[in-house]
């Protein structure tokens, strides 16, 4: 065949065939603008905003938050715990493929945490309804009430939360019983917020890093493999309070040097075990307390903090082991309290990371497997479904501040992620 009559045949043929419809976007410029609008919620004339869980402001936040899910033809309502949940229906009765964060944020706290998850699920529903895709699963945003106070909306629906949480009572003053009921939950059905392990197809939440570590790599996305674990103790040491002028200093029982020479010992034996566990005194207080006593009782905070149960285990064991000797030598003695406020390291599912690596890296973004060290509400979500976690940079490393930055560019390519993600988990399974 002529070669002229070949490529005319060629050009024919591709003419014909159907072009290929683009991926659906994100809207930059749209995303933005729903954080900015979201920050006015609890904007404080010094420029600050107070959206501390059950306040005012963080009610009329829910109702605007509800409002636009409304708009976007979700079915929407709240559950009894005070979760925000919006349904967009699939084209078969399959389990939802959930997503989303929280809208709280802790007392002077930025515009990001939390809230980049949020509305990035509103802008994935928004950008789903523009191109006319209908997904086979049912679709779920879920907005969490109260993560920063005890990750709250989450843990009643992976069934983790007590009655005994109810007395809690935040910065705003009231207990998380009565904000509960504040939000539009109602605490004598809480139980009936429980969703059963294999309920959803899967769980995905996008979040600012709250580290530095894909801005210091120059890296776009953060394919979390997991959350850490943390347990708390109080540790008290007793010695004698005495005179601060009239006992020498080899007759002393100081409780403090103990303490002081303990808070060394937990940085130097955590740093002793290879990986990426942390070890933190973050609270000291001394009794009398006053300058010219010998402080006769001392009480220090200890938290460690890892992927791994059986590395927290080990970690303390030998701070433990550290402390009773620096108690022996200093003639004072030593006790270990483990408190309640524990929460288990939970791994995202590794089907879920791939989906994740393989959505950015189609979308042309570097990515990072690593851990989180914060708490999110994906770490109930693990316990009872599929779970995986994106995490984009925050500048600076800062979180928990009013200077908590995450530029345009990087709030859209996490939310496009997201959105890659669902559309991938939605054919597969």
């Keep these: 065949m002529p070669f002229r009559l070949f490529s005319l045949l060629l050009c024919f043929v ?33 420029g600050e905003t107070e959206r501390v869980a059950f306040s005012d402001a963080d009610i009329e936040a829910q109702k605007w938050v509800m409002n636009t899910m409304v708009n976007l033809g979700l079915d929407t309502y709240i559950d009894f715990a005070g979760n925000i949940i919006g349904i967009r229906k699939g084209k078969k009765d399959l389990k939802p493929i959930s997503f989303g964060s929280h809208i709280d944020r802790v007392p002077n706290g930025g515009n990001y945490d939390g809230c980049l998850g949020a509305m990035a699920a509103l802008e994935v529903i928004e950008t789903l309804n523009e191109n006319n895709i209908r997904t086979k699963h049912p679709l779920e945003v879920i907005v969490f009430s109260n993560e920063e106070g005890g990750v709250m909306g989450s843990r009643a629906m992976s069934g983790h939360l007590s009655n005994k949480a109810f007395e809690v009572v935040n910065s705003t003053g009231f207990s998380m019983g009565e904000g509960i009921m504040r939000l539009g939950g109602d605490t004598t059905r809480i139980a009936e917020v429980k969703r059963d392990k294999g309920a959803m197809a899967a769980f995905l939440e996008l979040h600012i890093e709250q580290g530095g570590i894909l801005e210091q790599k120059e890296l776009d996305i953060g394919v979390v493999e997991g959350i850490v674990g ?81 590395v927290i285990e080990k970690v303390f064991q030998a701070i433990e082991e550290k402390g009773e000797e620096i108690a022996k030598t200093s003639k004072v003695s030593i006790e270990f309290r483990s408190l309640d406020t524990t929460a288990d390291p939970a791994l995202t599912d590794p089907s879920i990371q791939k989906e994740i690596r393989r959505s950015a890296e189609k979308l042309g973004l570097s990515t990072n497997k690593m851990p989180s060290g914060a708490g999110h509400d994906a770490q109930d979500m693990a316990t009872i479904a599929p779970t995986g976690m994106i995490f984009v940079p925050s500048k600076g490393g800062i979180s928990h501040s009013p200077k908590e930055y995450t530029s345009p560019e990087d709030m859209a390519n996490g939310a496009n992620v997201l959105l890659q993600t669902i559309l991938a988990l939605d054919r597969k399974l």
Excluded at 17 to 40: D, F, H, S, W
């Design 14 to 46: 591709c003419s014909t065939l159907p072009a290929q419809k683009p991926k659906p976007t994100i809207n930059q410029g749209r995303l933005e603008n729903r954080i900015m609008e979201l920050a006015k919620y609890g904007l404080q004339e010094n």
């Design 230 to 310: 943390l347990k708390w103790w109080d540790v008290e040491f007793t010695g004698f309070a005495n005179h601060a002028g009239t006992t020498p200093m080899d007759a002393r029982q100081d409780a403090l040097l103990a303490a002081a020479k303990f808070i060394v010992a937990v940085n130097e034996i955590t740093n002793s075990f290879e990986g990426n566990q942390v070890g933190t005194v973050g609270r000291i207080k001394a009794e009398p307390g006053v300058p010219n006593v010998i402080p006769g009782k001392v009480i220090t905070s200890l938290e460690i903090r890892d992927l791994s149960a059986d």
